[in-house]
Structures are given as C-alpha cells and as structure tokens.
C-alpha cells in the first residue's frame, strides 16, 4: 500500500498560477518597467483629450481657430513618430524615449502657461511633434528584450496596460478640469517625467552598437514592398478604428442623442479591452497573427458596418463593443508582425513608419468620415465595413511572405545570441 501510495500523482495546482504563468511568466524585469511606465504615462494623459475645451473656453479661441491649431497639432504628431523612428536607430532607444517624455512635459507646462496666441500656436506644435516621439522607441524595445515566440503577448500587456491607464485618465481628467486646467497641464507633465526617469533607471539600452550594426536608414524602410503593404493595411484599418472619434460622435447627435450617450457608448470601449485582453491573450498568441490580424479588422469592420442600423444609445453601444472585440485581435498582433519584418537595427524606423499611418490617418479619417455623413447616414458605416474587409483581405495575402520573414528573423536573432559570449 506505501508504494502504492507514493506513486501516487501530487494533488493538481490551482489554476491561478497557471492562467497567470500563460500570460504574464517568461518576461524580461526590463519589459515589465517599461509597461509600468507606459501605464503611468498615460495615467496622466488629460492635456489632449481636453486640448480643444482649453483653447476655447481659456485662451478664448473661436470654433475654426480650434480646428485650425488641432490640425497643427496632428500635423507635428505626423512627424513625430517618424523622428523618434530615426532617433531611436541613431542615439538609441532608451535616449529617445527618455528625451521625448521629458520634452513632452516641458511642451505640456509651456502650453498650461503662455499667452500670446502665435506662442500658443507654436507650442501646439512643438506638442505634436514631440508627444509620439517616444513610441518607435518602446515598440524597438520591446522587440529587443522579448523573444518572437513572446512579442505577440507582450505587446498585448503593453496595449492592455495603455488603456487601463487612459481609461482611469479620463475620469480624473474631467474631474481636475473643473478645479482649473493647470492641474492637467502639471499632472501630464509629471507623469511624463515619472515614465522617462523610470525607463533612464531600469531599461537596459538596447540598440546594436555601431560597430556591429549594418547600414541603413528610411529609404530601406520604404524599398520593403511587405512592410510598405502592411502599413497600408494599417492606414485602411486607422482611417476606420479613428471614425469612433470624430464620425461617431457627429452620428449620435444626428440621432437625437445628448453627449453623455456618446460617453457611455465609448465607456464600453475601455471596459471591453480591460476585461476581455487578459482573458484571450494566450490565446491569440499560439495563433497565426496574420489571420489574427485579418479577423481582427473583420470584426472592427462588422461593428462600424452595424452603426448605419443604430438610432438609440444602447443599439450604438452594442456596435461599439463587437469593435471593441477586433480592436483587442488587432493590437495584440500588428504590432509584433512589424518587429517580426524589422531588421534589428531598424526597428525604431519600422516602428515609426508604422505610427506614421495612425497619424496620417488621424489627419484625413475626419475630414473623410464627416464628408460621407453629409452624403448619407449610413455611408461612412458602409464604407467603413468596405475598407475593413479589403484590408483583411490584403492581410491575408501578405500572410506568407510575412511567416517567411519571421522564420527568418527567428534563426537570425537565434544564430546572434549563440554567438554572444
């Protein structure tokens, strides 16, 4: 009976260790400084969202002014992923992403405090342009300390860590607004500041040294036929995702509806990503991300297509959290499929290649959303449905050439670390 006994199998673990081991275990101490500081980061994200509540209702500019020094805003912000692109593969990423938070809290405290409206305008700017600089230079780290087989999941957690941060930035946004909008200035500003000291301290610099880094630069990045495709796709996908910013808002007043429904409706979006991305991160990350990808943005297609159905507050959020569920397959893959095409030491510029398109598509998806809603109700949701389905599409095809290339890049990165002392 004792042998018996002692081959007996152990009693089962809980199940806790093990949900947590397949979605937060084998990462780098460097990566998780890194989501802490993004999630403080955006923790204090209010200076934007409320950007146009400020130049109207405190510096007293007009309604088209606002529009105006808004598209100057998203005109620096085009440029600014770029430039930390070429930064981050130039002086480095740590250097890059230290160097754009910190002058991003300097832009932020300038804005809260000058008057003059040319210097306003120019701060604006200078906000733009420094306020991305330091994405190309994560995303670059990301790819550096995580090995392929774990980007997928990683930059799942950097995503879920965001918009935990925004969704809380929201609410406290509103809330120190009305005790003056210096706060939000200083607030942003400091969170900034915590996220550049905290990355200076605890991220290893991690870009090849001169000596063992092949050349290259922007024009390298734009010779790659598969990268170039693939960021179209992404432009398709962010001139559709950034409508629920601008045509969607414009869509429910038409309705009848009073703002407050447009706030609830979005509420879900925060909340879905929230609750539903811890739970399908292991998931997505065994499977294939190009067709990830593509149904991700079939999903997102499918639930702006829905909105030409929607005339009341709940019908609308409904479509808001079917999207919500492909924003979550799309961000938890594309941009692992973009480090996967990076050669190492491009991967600031590939990064912000990539951002380039959300920016751009920032710029025209307003302008092309509302255009098509004057012509009918229900266009801008069709077309939308239309330019997801093509997208998917296009991600598909890509799919081969873009497996190929990580196999490639997996024996690369791999042949590399056998031949580090």
Request: charged letters at 10%; a positive charge; proline letters at 5%.
């Amino acid at each position: 009976m004792t042998c018996v006994e002692e081959q007996l199998p152990p009693p089962p673990t809980t199940r806790l260790p093990g949900f947590l081991s397949t979605r937060v275990g084998g990462l780098p101490r460097a990566f998780w400084a890194l989501c802490a500081g993004s999630f403080v980061n955006r923790l204090g994200t209010m200076v934007e969202p409320f950007m146009a509540f400020y130049l109207t209702g405190v510096r007293g500019f007009s309604l088209t002014a606002t529009g105006a020094v808004l598209a100057l805003f998203g005109l620096g912000s085009v440029f600014s992923q770029m430039l930390g692109g070429v930064l981050a593969d130039r002086v480095g990423r740590r250097v890059t992403l230290t160097g754009g938070m910190l002058a991003t809290a300097a832009a932020m405290l300038a804005l809260g405090y000058v008057t003059a409206t040319p210097v306003v305008i120019a701060v604006v700017f200078v906000l733009g342009l420094t306020i991305d600089m330091y994405r190309p230079a994560a995303q670059a780290l990301v790819a550096d300390l995580v090995a392929p087989a774990d980007r997928s999941r990683a930059y799942g957690l950097l995503f879920w860590a965001i918009n935990l941060g925004f969704a809380v930035a929201m609410v406290l946004g509103g809330t120190l607004s009305r005790a003056g909008f210096s706060w939000l200035f200083w607030v942003d500003a400091m969170t900034c500041a915590v996220f550049a000291v905290l990355v200076w301290r605890a991220v290893p610099e991690t870009r090849v040294r001169r000596a063992d880094r092949e050349p290259g630069g922007l024009a390298d990045v734009l010779r790659d036929r598969v990268a170039v495709a693939s960021v179209l796709i992404v432009f398709g996908y962010g001139f559709v995702y950034l409508q629920a910013y601008s045509t969607l808002p414009l869509a429910m007043g038409r309705a009848g509806l009073p703002p407050h429904s447009y706030g609830l409706a979005m509420a879900l979006n925060g909340i879905g990503i929230v609750l539903i991305q811890p739970v399908m991160i292991a998931w997505l990350a065994r499977r294939d991300a190009s067709r990830v990808l593509a149904a991700g943005m079939g999903i997102v297609g499918l639930g702006f297509g829905l909105t030409a159905l929607a005339g009341s507050t709940p019908v609308f959020a409904a479509t808001v959290l079917v999207w919500t569920v492909g924003e979550v397959l799309f961000a938890s893959v594309s941009l692992a499929i973009i480090a996967d095409l990076a050669p190492p030491h491009l991967r600031g510029r590939y990064g912000g290649f990539y951002g380039t398109a959300f920016s751009v598509a920032a710029l025209l998806g307003p302008l092309g959303g509302s255009w098509l809603l004057g012509i009918g109700a229900w266009l801008p949701w069709v077309t939308c449905a239309a330019l997801c389905a093509a997208s998917g599409v296009g991600a598909l095809a890509l799919a081969p050439a873009v497996r190929r290339r990580r196999r490639e890049g997996m024996t690369t990165e791999g042949a590399a670390d056998s031949s580090r002392p």
